[in-house]
């Protein structure tokens, strides 16, 4: 059996309000940075043997005290990075409220495409490949994976055999550590939004 710790990157000024999706130049903001610095305390007795991030800057910031505190490399991994939100990306959330499609896409997650993007299916598709593949290479690994709130979503959501037309349901936070353990035959999530914040901080990170 293969563990998977899958971590939110820490909090930034866009979250919640602007698409950002795969745009460059995203960074943690102070608080974000704060909560980064907590992770190599959270994970200090567990026996973490590879580090995966995705390219963007909010998770290689939130993976570098990681590493450096265990000494070991951040491997790059495309298959489990941020949403493509195509048309939309640099969008405002507001500014989508009216927007047909942004409706549709927010009710059915399982069938609609963002416009020049990606389905919600798609990236469930490579974030469970990811998995798969990882754990069959370290089948009795510890492995930390770094990523974004909507792929960790997928991930969970395909652990619990929820539909994707659910995903409101749920919320991973900022800098939380969410455990999939994975086997030939299934995945299991064992913990969801693991944190040493209190409430407030978990209110504040909405």
Known sequence: MSTFYFVRHGSTDAAGHVLTGRSKGVHLN??????VQRLPRRFQDVPIEAIYATPLERTQ????PLANALGLPVEISEDVTEVDYGDWTGRKIDDLRNDPLWRQFNSFRSSVTIPGGESMLQIQVRVTGFIERIHRARPEGHIAVISHGDPIKTAVAHSLGISLDLFFRFVIYPASVNVITAT???????TMN????GLREYIASR
């Open 184 to 190: 030939d035959e299934s995945t299991c999530v064992i």
């Open 194 to 197: 693991n944190s040493d914040a």
């Open 30 to 35: 102070a608080h974000g940075r704060d909560q």
């Open 61 to 64: 910031e939130t993976a570098a």
